[in-house]
């Protein structure tokens, strides 16, 4: 390599995110400092109004490396591009599984974006129409799930905000105290950060991401029964600054994927044990409020340990 290609190299730091403008092509090199949050980018609006008016221009991102396309050509250029460059935002931050954008990046006209944004409503009330029964626990279709039962939702901010799920609070019953990890902790992804005292004994549950905690609910400490009465809703728990979301994909799943795990989990949960807690849960009906009430020490342990990831 000589030394004009050694200049010209721009290599992406770790934990970085290309922007979506570079990441199709459109631009050299520019990494993406705002969560891919486009609406509120200073360039992802410059980007979208030179397309939109189709300005035969170029855009100085200070780099040397070779001219960047013609602005001008990319709505044409944009749909012979492959797919691997057209990855919708909301796909490079891990919310849902696969997205091919086909909107040249104008995310402000896309009816998809308006979707997803509205469901980032700061409201965090659930009522019981936004629930769906599957194998006898509710789920929020709206949201997404670690394997380890704790859902995430991100927010207009591009801060995701974390609670656990049906599954878990019906698996945990009554928690007699809740002790969450200080504002401004790093955390990550696998690190046990926020603990419950429960007739069994303390727990210890797992980063579902890694970032920052940013948001504490002290209603639960307070109330720890919020945390398991009303999981999606006034039992959340904080909200992270995210920091590598990738990083977490593998393990998180979006609408009918979240069923699919569901069942599963269910099934398995029913496998494991033969009580009344769970014997109904594949006829239609809600498992019970408190499944370590039937259970001994022993047998509970197993299960939250298999299903739940604690320690």
């Not at 905690?213 to 999606?232: E, F, H, Q």
């Not at 022993?298 to 298999?306: G, H, K, Q, R, S």
Request: charged content about 25%.
């Amino acid at each position: 390599m000589d030394n004009n290609s050694r200049q010209g190299l721009k290599v992406i730091p770790a934990n970085e995110k290309k922007c979506i403008w570079m990441e199709s092509g459109a631009v050299n090199f520019k990494l993406c400092n705002n969560n891919y949050q486009c609406n509120t980018c200073q360039f992802d609006m410059a980007m979208a109004n030179r397309v939109q008016n189709q300005k035969d221009l170029k855009i100085d991102i200070n780099t040397p490396a070779k001219p960047v396309r013609e602005v001008s050509l990319w709505t044409e250029e944009f749909r012979n591009l492959p797919a691997g460059e057209r990855k919708c935002r909301y796909m490079l931050m891990g919310e849902i599984s696969y997205k091919i954008c086909p909107n040249s990046f104008r995310c402000g006209e896309c009816s998809f974006d308006q979707m997803m944004q509205e469901n980032m409503s700061s409201d965090h009330t659930v009522s019981e129409k936004d629930l769906v029964l599957e194998s006898g626990f509710f789920l929020d279709e709206r949201i997404s799930y670690y394997r380890n039962h704790m859902w995430l939702k991100l927010e207009r901010s591009g801060k995701y905000r974390i609670g656990i799920d049906d599954f878990a609070g019906r698996l945990l019953g009554n928690l007699d105290n809740v002790s969450l990890p200080g504002l401004g902790k790093k955390v990550d992804i696998g690190e046990f950060f926020w603990s419950a005292k429960h007739k069994f004994g303390d727990l210890e549950f797992a980063s579902p991401l890694e970032g920052i905690i940013d948001g504490l609910n002290y209603d639960v400490i307070n109330d720890p029964s919020l945390v398991t009465s009303d999981p999606y809703g006034s039992g959340w728990l904080m909200t992270i600054e995210p920091n590598n979301i990738s990083k977490t994909n593998g393990n998180i799943f979006h609408g009918s994927e979240s069923r699919v795990w569901m069942t599963e989990e269910s099934k398995a949960l029913n496998n494991s044990i033969h009580s009344s807690a769970t014997s109904t849960m594949h006829d239609g009906a809600i498992a019970s409020r408190d499944i370590s009430a039937n259970l001994e020490k022993d047998e509970w342990v197993i299960l939250a340990t298999n299903h739940l990831h604690i320690r």
